[in-house]
């Protein structure tokens, strides 16, 4: 079945450590998104590339890495920079850079700093 | 900030009830999607109305667009408890690639 896979659910982190969630998708799309959710807050953008070896910032990169070195991989590095890193980490593809249309989601990763 | 407002925050009916929710953005946009969310999981996509269409249907699920109000409704019909979810929507302003999501209405239906 084609769709989007991210590990781990849920991870743990003691403060000052980096973290790294994985993306991978089967649908063969070009564009690939991170979103952070927080309670109350809806989703916002942190990164987002449209073809490999680019991504561009969203509205909250502050403290978070990207790569895409392969079309089905998107993985999101949350730094010792990030100072609130704990929320709920959603991962998504759509067909075409450039064409806005269906987003389809991951299940999500869990980020807790003790 | 671009992202879109949802209205109500929080609906709670009665299974069989319609539940309506409305969503407003800022910016001139492409298209406007509505996706649901159960709690914990990731979204998924229901409907997509571009900006040069009016009304949109889809099995129980209405979706209205008013470009000059900068606003969108979802109508749910005959609601059952397993529609019980968070609801966002989500634009996608002509300005570039990136999808804004509002932020969000709690739906409860009650058995």
């Known amino acids: 079945d084609g769709g989007i896979t991210q590990s781990p659910k849920y991870l743990f982190r003691k403060e000052g450590q980096n973290v790294t969630l994985s993306c991978e998708q089967n649908l063969n799309h070009d564009a690939m998104y991170w979103y952070r959710q927080d309670p109350g807050q809806g989703l916002r953008l942190i990164y987002y590339?449209?073809?490999?070896?680019?991504?561009q910032k969203g509205d909250i990169a502050e403290g978070y890495s990207v790569s895409r070195e392969k079309k089905e991989s998107f993985p999101l590095t949350v730094t010792s920079a990030q100072k609130n890193p704990t929320a709920f980490y959603l991962c998504a593809s759509s067909i075409r850079a450039g064409e806005t249309g269906e987003l389809f989601f991951g299940e999500g990763s869990r980020l807790t700093v003790l | 900030s671009q992202q879109g407002e949802e209205d109500p925050q929080a609906l709670s009916i009665q299974e069989g009830e319609n539940a309506t929710m409305n969503c407003s953005y800022k910016?001139?946009?492409?298209?406007l999607q509505w996706y649901r969310q159960n709690s914990g999981r990731g979204l998924v996509h229901l409907i997509l109305i571009r900006s040069n269409e009016r009304e949109k249907h889809s099995g129980r699920l209405r979706v209205t667009l008013d470009t000059s109000k900068k606003s969108s409704s979802l109508l749910i019909t005959a609601s059952r408890a397993a529609d019980t979810a968070s609801y966002f929507c989500?634009?996608?302003?002509?300005?570039?690639?990136?999808?804004?999501f509002g932020t969000g209405t709690s739906l409860t239906v009650i058995p």
């Open positions: 910016t001139s946009i492409n298209n």
């Open positions: 989500a634009t996608d302003p002509n300005t570039g690639n990136q999808f804004y």
């Open positions: 590339s449209q073809i490999v070896n680019d991504f």
